[in-house]
């Protein structure tokens, strides 16, 4: 069952630290890292995503961090005593500068809804923060179309993804949103048509893509990509292979979250 592919870079443990943030949209907050380690960070384009340590309280430590997140650095990481250990989220690259070496991530805000979010929303330029490269999730198979399907929370992933696939790639894109102001600018080819589609006020997140996907004509030869919110994951995946007969190498998704336990962020 494919879902997002987990590299551990050579890279290890980067410190960096914050340069500078924006608001990007009403609901999405860019944050431009710089400094430290991350001339060692090895950008890859795409859906590029990496673990973040985010210092939340003053005794929050980011020494003793493990420099690998594989099974040994998960069990590190949770002997921390709680009141030093960092959170831990995970976050997709929405751009990189080689020459100036500065990474931007864009964050979700939900109010203070989350944690992550709100960090972002109020940190100061210089705030330090620790990561670990774990590579591309997307993956390319030989397929006549493509489909990139998303949430808010999946947004950054698959917008990367549309502006370093192939030019000559063709098929759909499906972006939910729930507030048509949080819509980017798209750098996808010609062939791909971008669908920004807007749920109503409290509808779950799928709830517009979804019937919309089961619309679309699709040929069974395609490369699909679904992240976000986990049943919209889950759902399009479940949609192509069992009614579509798309073959399930041919499918990689990711819930980053689940509606009912947490917020994205």
């Known amino acids: 069952m494919p879902g997002i592919t987990v590299s551990h870079a050579?890279?290890?443990?980067?410190?960096?630290?914050?340069?500078?943030?924006?608001?990007?949209?009403p609901h999405m907050t860019r944050v431009t890292f710089a400094g430290g380690d991350l001339h060692r960070f090895?950008?890859?384009?795409?859906?590029?995503?990496?673990?973040?340590?985010?210092?939340?309280?003053a005794e929050d430590r980011l020494d003793a961090l493990p420099q690998r997140f594989g099974f040994g650095g998960l069990l590190r990481y949770a002997a921390l005593p709680r009141g030093t250990r960092p959170v831990i989220r995970n976050y997709t690259v929405r751009g990189y500068d080689g020459e100036t070496g500065e990474l931007d991530v864009d964050f979700l805000i939900?109010?203070?809804?989350?944690?992550a979010g709100p960090w972002a929303a109020s940190v100061e330029p210089g705030a330090q923060v620790a990561l670990i490269d774990q590579?591309?999730?997307?993956r390319q198979v030989p397929a006549e179309q493509h489909l990139l399907v998303a949430d808010e929370s999946g947004m950054p992933a698959v917008l990367g993804v549309l502006r370093d696939m192939p030019r000559d790639a063709h098929g759909h894109a499906l972006i939910e949103l729930f507030d048509p102001a949080d819509a980017q600018e798209?750098?996808?080819p010609p062939g791909m048509t971008v669908h920004w589609l807007i749920r109503g006020p409290g509808d779950a997140p799928g709830t517009r893509a979804l019937p919309v996907l089961r619309e679309l004509p699709l040929s069974p030869s395609i490369c699909a990509f679904a992240v976000g919110e986990s049943a919209l994951a889950t759902g399009t995946r479940r949609h192509l292979v069992g009614e579509r007969e798309v073959p399930r190498a041919n499918v990689t998704f990711c819930g980053y979250w689940r509606l009912g336990r947490s917020a994205p962020g």
């Open 10 to 25: 050579d890279s290890g443990l980067m410190h960096t630290r914050v340069a500078r943030t924006r608001r990007v949209t």
């Open 186 to 188: 798209v750098e996808a």
């Open 135 to 138: 590579g591309c999730g997307w």
């Open 42 to 57: 090895g950008y890859q384009g795409f859906d590029h995503w990496f673990r973040l340590a985010i210092p939340v309280r």
């Open 110 to 115: 939900h109010g203070t809804e989350g944690i």
